[in-house]
């Protein structure tokens, strides 16, 4: 009896098999394209301003506008800070920490010269650092690009930031 126990069991064993490994034979659905993904740059757009931060009365909201309007159709990301003219060296040091492919800085120029002179020593402390100014003097560091303030700025930026993620 216990023979045939084991008989039984083997044909089972074996039938089971059989059936398991007829089901894996070549009928199997086309594999599934793989899911459409969006591009992405590895790419941070950074953004620091004055004390007046985002507000409507300063370059900020619009340096930020067209910040936001280029890092979107390049699928990168934006971020900004805000900072005194006195914390701006640890702060520009802070964003290099986090990667920032490009430095967009729109503050007060005119408060006694120190937010244009900050930045400008950050890039020529940093000369692979990409930096745009809003309101620069045409004579600012080499890696520091000026972009004219005033009406239409956001585009301006739009098109500086993006022409900085070319370079990546």
Known sequence: MGSRMVGRAGGVLVGGLTALLAGCSGHHAPPRPPA???PFVAFNACLVTGPSGLDAAGPGSEAWAGT???TGS????????????????DVLGALLLRHC???VAAGDTSAGGQFTAAVAEFGRAHPEQRVLLVEAPADVAGNV????GGDGLADRVRQAVTAAAGGN
Not at 145 to 148: E, G, K, N
């Open 36 to 38: 459409p993904t969006q």
């Open 145 to 148: 690009r000026p972009i004219a």
């Open 101 to 103: 492919t490009v430095v």
């Open 74 to 89: 390049l699928h990168a990301r934006a971020s900004y800070v805000t900072a005194a003219p006195t914390a701006l060296p």
């Open 68 to 70: 936001q309007a280029a």
